[in-house]
């Protein structure tokens, strides 16, 4: 048991590694994560189901394929952690709302197929805000997840549930979703690594839509390694997806050379004044000395259209939300009302009415108005508007560097029902996140230090569209110079 | 022009177009929220926007198409599974027209 422990502290490129060499099996790095799940999940509450059989028996396919003599992949045998946002044929897929409670997936989403592909066993589906929509997982309708480094603290969210899991190395990897940070601003508040690709690199089919022109599935992961090998996995055109794109998918982990020679890194003006923690401050300045000191060079960079990124993303996300969401009326699948109901409209609105959080609501509201008569001009199409300036303000500095260096959440992780009541302050965890997605280029948030009371500080790289290979390579480079991202909570128990 | 505020009565007709039944106490609840995140909307005036084509989408994509193709449906016995009401074949809903 202690060695399983240690075990599943390694990343998960060395897991696959022992692997492939035949050193363990597929079966016992499975059972480690299932045993490890069941120690700390109780205390910790990142996954809302897991899926034993079905990991077990992927893993055993992964072993008899090596018997066979067959050649596996990179991350063949990894265990990973699914978003409960992400369709796995036949396990329930809840959202973490009550609209779904009790769902079951009837296919795989294209992500899931491609991990499933590659012989990553599935250990189960993990915590989110109801829907996507949160920054701490506090709106998830069944339980909060805890963060591992301090149990008082939010693990951040949305994928709060796949960020807990890696940073508690429940599972070596995750799977999340990131419509305004929903990725990266967890795995800072986790210590972990996190990835969200370039809108329309990786297929959407089998995510539940929250904002349509924003949503991105990404990797969680241990290391830039890790993330590279499993965004690897699941990028490239969909049929499926008629908004994935037909870019080829580059070799990500080949890009990982360690070299930022003359790279050019330009610090966001905007995300280090104001509003922004001292000690998170500091932190990310060592990050552009650490890059300096490795041949890059810095300078600042502007973004001059930042502060309006909360009010376009908060029109924008919830008019599409509201239009996703639609969806869910109680007739084909999921929550119906046992009220009687005069008409069908009002056993719609008592179905949402009792399905949906508090959060949910809000930003189906939120949504409706910007998109009814007469207000479709003054909100949506503004907001539209202000996010082509804010699009061109983040290819202008992309232009003049190579990537862009912020902090990635404005203060380390907050505590459990620190924020719950004021909807609008929890809003401000996203503000260094919202431009990536807006603009539609990829960000990566690392691991960069931690703050005198323990909690994890993140570094975010956001770099040009199809871009992913180079903000992977600076994260690399700086987590090759650093020890941060291989800092395990004390939950783990020393020495693991 | 951006609106600044809303009436309580805004907040019950959007609440209608949303389909979502609210109680009085629901209803304050969220005009209060409303109240607060227009002020965030209302910055949104001072940006000029003159000229400037609006973003609905990140990439620029014209339609896209492909083969009409015959494929395997899905399943409808697991479809119907998730059904709140279901015959076996079909969904059951509630009435909507009256009977003759």
């Known amino acids: 048991m202690a060695d399983d422990i240690g075990l599943l502290n390694r990343p998960a490129h060395e897991l696959a590694a022992l692997i492939r060499s035949g050193e363990i099996s597929a079966v016992a790095v499975t059972e480690a994560s299932l045993a490890r799940i069941e120690a700390l999940n109780p205390t910790v509450k990142a996954f809302l189901t897991v899926t034993p059989d079905l990991a077990l028996e992927a893993a055993k396919a992964t072993d008899d394929a090596l018997a066979r003599g067959e050649e596996l992949g990179p991350l063949a045998g990894v265990p990973i952690a699914i978003k409960d946002n992400l369709c796995v044929d036949g396990v329930l897929c809840t959202c973490a709302s009550k609209i779904l409670d009790g769902y079951r997936a009837v296919y795989d989403a294209t992500v899931v197929e491609r991990v499933k592909a590659v012989g990553m066993p599935i250990v189960g589906k993990t915590n989110l805000d109801e829907f996507a929509m949160g920054s701490s997982t506090e709106n998830s309708a069944f339980f909060v997840t805890h963060n591992p480094w301090d149990l008082s603290k939010v693990p951040g969210g949305s994928s709060g549930g796949s960020a807990a899991a890696v940073a508690a190395r429940m599972a070596p990897l995750a799977l999340g979703s990131d419509t305004g940070g929903s990725i990266r601003q967890p795995a800072s508040f986790c210590g972990i690594t996190g990835l969200k690709p370039t809108y329309g690199r990786v297929s959407r089919y089998g995510l539940v839509g929250y904002g349509s022109s924003l949503d991105q599935v990404g990797a969680l992961a241990a290391d830039c390694v890790d993330a590279a090998l499993l965004t690897a996995v699941i990028a490239g055109q969909d049929p499926r997806d008629t908004t994935s794109a037909d870019v080829p998918v580059p070799d990500y982990v080949g890009e990982l050379t360690g070299d930022v020679t003359g790279l050019r890194v330009g610090i966001v003006r905007e995300l280090m004044g104001e509003g922004i923690d001292p000690e998170v401050r500091e932190s990310v300045l060592t990050v552009a000395r650490a890059l300096e000191g490795m041949g890059a060079s810095t300078g600042e960079a502007s973004i001059p259209h930042i502060d309006y990124a909360l009010p376009v993303y908060y029109l924008i996300g919830p008019a599409e939300a509201s239009s996703n969401l639609a969806r869910f009326d109680g007739m084909r699948y999921g929550h119906r009302t046992k009220e009687r109901a005069a008409d069908h409209i009002e056993m719609y609105s008592r179905t949402r009415a009792e399905g949906f959080g508090p959060e949910v609501k809000r930003r189906i509201m939120t949504g409706t108005y910007a998109l009814s008569a007469g207000y479709y001009d003054a909100y949506y199409l503004k907001a539209q508007k202000v996010r082509t300036l804010l699009r061109l303000d983040v290819e202008a500095a992309l232009g003049q560097f190579d990537v862009l260096l912020s902090p990635t959440t404005p203060l380390t992780a907050f505590g459990i029902g620190e924020l719950v009541n004021d909807p609008i302050a929890m809003y401000m965890a996203d503000i260094c996140t919202f431009a990536a997605n807006l603009a539609g280029v990829p960000g990566l948030s690392v691991p960069c230090g931690f703050t005198k009371a323990g909690l994890p500080i993140g570094a975010q790289f956001t770099g040009r569209a199809f871009e992913e290979g180079t903000i992977l390579r600076v994260g690399d480079a700086y987590q090759r110079a650093t020890s941060h991202h291989t800092s395990l909570p004390d939950l783990l128990g020393a020495g693991g | ?100």
């Open chain 2, 1 to 100: 022009m951006i609106p600044v505020s809303v009436t309580r009565d805004d907040v019950a007709h959007v609440a209608k177009l949303a389909r979502l039944a609210m109680s009085e106490q629901e209803l304050d609840q969220m005009h209060g929220y409303f109240e607060a995140i227009l002020e965030h909307f209302a910055k949104l005036a001072a940006v000029d926007t003159e000229g400037v084509e609006p973003t609905s989408h990140p990439l620029a994509r014209a339609n896209v198409t492909r083969e009409d193709r015959v494929t395997e449906p899905m399943d409808r016995t697991k479809l119907l599974a998730n059904a709140p009401l279901a015959d076996g074949e079909c969904f059951l809903v509630p009435q909507i027209m009256e009977d003759e």
